[in-house]
């Protein structure tokens, strides 16, 4: 599969605190989706985009669709201790593309 | 709705053995797929199917075989088992990958060990 770069690999928080996360990749992606992974679970869809430029939020996460389609960002404004877990990034290369390549995920953990 | 389902939740196999990894969505999905997730590796895609009776290889699919009889079942079976295979394994589903509708539901997940 593509290989998407996400970083950092791991960040602490401390509550209040606004966090970003990248993901990028020598490829061009028709899709970029933001998920989230609670320990135990599978993972969640967070935010999905679908535009070159878009600007997407959703409650305190805003994830953008980079201008050369070849990245992504995930804001969280105002961190609370409920946002510790692993954050992946995932694209889509093409419409015609049924699979998704997956980033190697960011660990948010609270800072003691 | 149920949503996606797995079963067994986890599982310990010795080497060489077989098995099968259900599952099951009650969402008519056409799309469904297996994921295997090993630590700093992220998720990576073993087979997937876009309707019933189609399946495809994804990007580790070496040692595990797929078929989909149903729309709603998707069961992933381990041949001979090998340590290496030892992970977390999902099952996802969507609507149409295609279409747009990229939210993928994924399961909780089987966790498998291989001695």
């Known amino acids: 599969g593509q290989q998407l770069n996400q970083s950092p690999q791991s960040m602490f928080i401390q509550e209040g605190e606004d966090v970003s996360m990248n993901c990028t990749s020598s490829?061009?992606?028709?899709?970029w989706l933001w998920y989230k992974q609670d320990p135990g679970e599978g993972p969640v869809l967070l935010i999905a985009?679908?535009?070159?430029?878009e600007l997407t939020s959703n409650g305190r996460l805003t994830a953008q669709f980079g201008i050369t389609r070849k990245d992504s960002f995930l804001n969280i404004s105002a961190s609370i201790p409920s946002d510790v877990g692993i954050y992946f990034c995932?694209?889509?290369?093409?419409?015609?593309?049924?699979?998704?390549?997956f980033g190697a995920g960011t660990t948010v953990t609270v800072r003691a | 709705n149920a949503g996606v389902t797995q079963t067994p939740k986890f599982q310990v196999l010795k080497t060489g053995q077989s098995m099968t990894l259900q599952c099951a969505q009650d969402?008519?999905?056409?799309?469904m797929s297996w994921y295997r997730q090993d630590p700093g590796m992220g998720l990576r895609l073993i087979h997937y199917s876009v309707g019933a009776g189609i399946t495809d290889q994804g990007e580790v699919p070496n040692g595990y075989n797929v078929s989909r009889s149903t729309t709603e079942d998707f069961p992933l079976r381990l041949l001979s088992a090998a340590p290496s295979q030892t992970s977390v394994y999902f099952c996802a589903s969507s609507y149409d990958i295609l279409a747009g509708y990229n939210e993928q539901f994924f399961g909780p997940g089987t966790r498998l060990t291989v001695l």
């Open positions: 490829s061009i992606f028709n899709t």
């Open positions: 985009l679908y535009k070159a430029g």
């Open positions: 969402m008519n999905h056409e799309y």
């Open positions: 995932a694209g889509q290369l093409g419409s015609n593309d049924y699979k998704l390549s």
